[in-house]
């Protein structure tokens, strides 16, 4: 690996749970330093089949408008709506990817139950 070499995925995730992490804290203008770098989502991740990442660069979005709105009244109400509503569809997309995509965990038992003997065995 070149010195060179930068993880643009994993840069692009640190800046997602940075911005949270920082929101979470009340450090707004901490998260706002990092909203650049949510914005700019990798051509990797825009070109997945796995519509994760872009879900939560919506939920950023939303969450951001819905802040915006909520402290200086910057944009509208229904901008914000339906920023959640863009959100919201893409993660029902993520759900219904990813439960399509897993083989069920669930065991199914079919036939007659096993008897247990409950006599001591010899010694």
């Not at 939560?56 to 709105?69: D, N, P, T, W």
């Not at 959640?84 to 139950?113: E, F, H, K, M």
Request: net charge neutral; charged share 20%; glycine share 4%.
């Amino acid at each position: 690996m070149s010195p060179d070499y930068e993880d643009v995925v994993a840069r692009w995730w640190a800046a997602v749970v940075g911005v949270a992490a920082y929101w979470l804290l009340g450090e707004d203008s901490m998260a706002e330093s990092l909203y650049a770098g949510v914005e700019l989502l990798p051509e990797c991740l825009q070109q997945q089949q796995d519509p994760l990442a872009r879900t939560v660069r919506a939920a950023f979005r939303a969450k951001r408008a819905a802040s915006a709105f909520a402290s200086s009244r910057q944009g509208s109400f229904a901008s914000v709506i339906r920023l959640c509503d863009i959100a919201s569809r893409q993660l029902d997309d993520s759900l219904t990817y990813w439960s399509c995509r897993q083989p069920p965990q669930i065991v199914l038992v079919s036939g007659q139950p096993k008897r247990v003997s409950t006599h001591n065995s010899p010694k």
